[in-house]
């Protein structure tokens, strides 16, 4: 049978970058970024499970762009249906959001697919060095489609790394991380709703994850990035990478393979 992983790997940059499974360490610090924004704090705080079974949005959100990486016509509609169904609910008017907000808000679906980016590539640049700039251009582009198959207006996003970096800059200031938001952000790492096996990588995806962050999100949730978080990640890293260079693809791909099955099997 036609592996469609390793298939669209070859074909292009972001499916390449998308089957490597070494971008999912930077899930932690996309999730941290995305609590950051206020009216997307305020939403998971009023409409989500997520402290409660925080592997149903990461989930969701792996699946999405697996779909979108690797998938066919009917995986990208079917998930496309679902977050589509699953964000209709999503609203409110609060001041702790800065006044109205809705989950298909194309503000906030931008956001969302920024922090993906930002986290996902610094977590491969840590695996393989910095992309060259076209294959760079292009999984930049990537994201762009999949935040623009959710309903934001394609020219939103950023054409090239220089735009791109000016938008970033621009929500990194803009960040208010409430106390909801910061208490389930943080409350990610101490075990909640996750299985007991996967419980002892909690404080690994924690140093990693706070590693990763831009300092401005640091200092919006209010955590020390000490000498010795610093030397616990990199720690994690100097272990990681060198195990992870040797493995063979098809081992390294095997997450995407997963949750493509698994998506296909809902």
Known sequence: MPDPIARAAR????????AESVVLLGGGAALLLQLAHPAIGTAVARHS???SDPLARLFGTLEFLTAEAFGDDDDRARVRR?????HRPVHGDEPAAGGAYRADDPELQRWVAATLYVAGRAAHTRAFGELPADRAAAVL????????ALGMPAAMWPSDEATFRRVWRAGLAS????????AIGLGLFDGTGVPWPLRPLLPVLRAVSIDLLPAEARAAYGVRHRRRDR???ELVWALVVPAYRLAPAVLRRLPARVL????RLA
């Open 260 to 263: 493509l099955a698994r998506l």
């Open 11 to 18: 074909r292009g940059a972001f499916e390449c970058f998308a």
């Open 82 to 86: 679902r977050v589509a169904a699953a």
């Open 231 to 233: 030397f616990a990640a």
């Open 175 to 182: 960040l208010r991380v409430t106390d909801e938001a910061r």
């Open 49 to 51: 499970r997520v402290r």
């Open 141 to 148: 582009a990537g994201f762009g489609g999949a935040a623009t």
